[in-house]
């Protein structure tokens, strides 16, 4: 039997978590235990997930919470370290680029058991970004590394990462996403909200270079002002942006407008059925640019860089930076045009789970 620790730790590991579980009950040599590390810990951030996407109850929570960045990681590597000396798994298998990722990559490294990475080769060339350090990190010390687009592995050749560790897996997320798609339709978030479908505009925004700083999200809310008094708007709001609103002097503003709404975070259904129907998606997320992409439904993401090219080159996806201005007339521009749905990126198929459980039941 192989054994292997599967981590996730924050709301977007979740989704690429779930497909791993489900492809690894194909191959009876496999016995996988889930770890979660408690970096996310809300309900509506991590338990919902769980139920939603039948993700099996994690075999062990290490109940880490929040922290800064140094706190955080050093608490989960503490903790996860006499996790993996009791179990003697042969792989860890880490997902994404959050501080739970590094952590626990580390952990395995230095205990000599081989480490996995799903999602890797991801680059957006800005070491200020603490998911970007994670990525690096991690796919050094590698041993198998699943590649979710064509860009992935160019930046792992660059970096002299040898090709017999490295598999174009397809996007795990994207698995999720096909596998729940169906079943959002059911959701009633749109009643809820009173919208119709292709009415409206979704906003998330959660990033600490667009949400901790006064001016940036200043002038971003700017922005949002004059979408809202086009389209109603809905923004699910990630803890961390709803702490920093009144301490930048930001709640009155988003009180007055009249069509913006925010709400708690949302669960991946209600989320899922309110992206597909969505006029306009404008975020700072990773995984919503990947899912606008299929979702055939136009993405304006508020960074000047993407660790996912292929989203813009073959899907809906538009950088649009935070100035103001240059939000305000792609979000003109995006909205006068029908979209023809877009090419869908190679191995965005819905089976990149069952290739990586594959290549991981050979080794
Ligand atoms: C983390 C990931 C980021 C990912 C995001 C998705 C890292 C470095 N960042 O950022 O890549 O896009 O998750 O959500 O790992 N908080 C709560 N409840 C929770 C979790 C967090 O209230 O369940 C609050 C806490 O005040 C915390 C803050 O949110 O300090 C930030 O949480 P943290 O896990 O440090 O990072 P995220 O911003 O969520």
Not at 95 to 118: E, F
Not at 258 to 287: C, H, I, M, W
Not at 355 to 363: D, G, K, M, P, S
Request: with cysteine; hydrophobic share 40%.
């Amino acid at each position: 039997m192989t054994r292997i620790i599967n981590i996730c730790g924050a709301r977007p590991n979740f989704m690429k978590i779930a497909p791993l579980m489900r492809a690894y009950r194909k191959h009876p040599n496999l016995a996988p235990l889930l770890v979660h590390t408690g970096q996310h810990y809300d309900r509506n951030m991590s338990e919902l997930f769980f139920k939603q996407l039948d993700i099996p109850e994690p075999d062990l929570n290490l109940e880490v919470g929040s922290g800064s960045h140094a706190v955080q990681t050093a608490e989960i590597m503490k903790r996860f370290e006499p996790v993996v000396l009791e179990h003697k798994p042969q792989w860890v298998v880490v997902v994404g680029d959050v501080n739970s990722t590094i952590a626990c990559g580390l952990v395995a490294k230095k205990l000599g058991v081989k480490l996995a990475h799903v999602e890797a080769g991801l680059r957006s060339f800005d070491r200020s970004m603490p998911e970007e350090l994670n990525r690096l990190l991690t796919d050094a010390i590698s041993d198998l590394l699943f590649v979710s687009e064509p860009s992935g592995l160019q930046n792992l050749k660059h970096e002299g990462i040898p090709d017999e560790k490295v598999h174009f897996a397809g996007n795990v997320m994207i698995d999720t996403l096909r596998a729940n798609l169906e079943h959002a339709q059911h959701s009633k978030i749109l009643n809820e909200l009173g919208l119709q479908a292709g009415g409206y505009n979704v906003v998330t925004l959660h990033r600490p270079s667009n949400v901790d700083d006064a001016t940036v999200f200043g002038g971003i809310t700017n922005a949002l002002d004059a979408i809202q008094q086009d389209l109603p708007t809905i923004f699910p709001m990630h803890p961390r942006t709803v702490h920093n609103l009144p301490k930048l002097g930001l709640a009155d503003r988003f009180a007055a407008m009249k069509q913006l709404r925010v709400v708690e975070p949302l669960g991946y259904l209600d989320f899922l059925k309110l992206t597909a129907n969505a006029a306009v998606v404008v975020t700072d997320s990773g995984g919503i640019q990947e899912e606008t992409t299929i979702l055939g439904v136009w993405c304006l993401t508020v960074r000047e860089n993407t660790e996912r090219p292929v989203t813009v080159t073959n899907g809906t996806n538009t950088l649009v930076g935070t100035d103001p201005d240059r939000i305000i007339s792609t979000y003109r521009r995006r909205r006068a045009e029908t979209l023809d749905h877009p090419p869908v990126p190679d191995k965005w198929d819905g089976r990149a789970a069952e290739r990586i459980a594959e290549v991981l039941a050979q080794h």
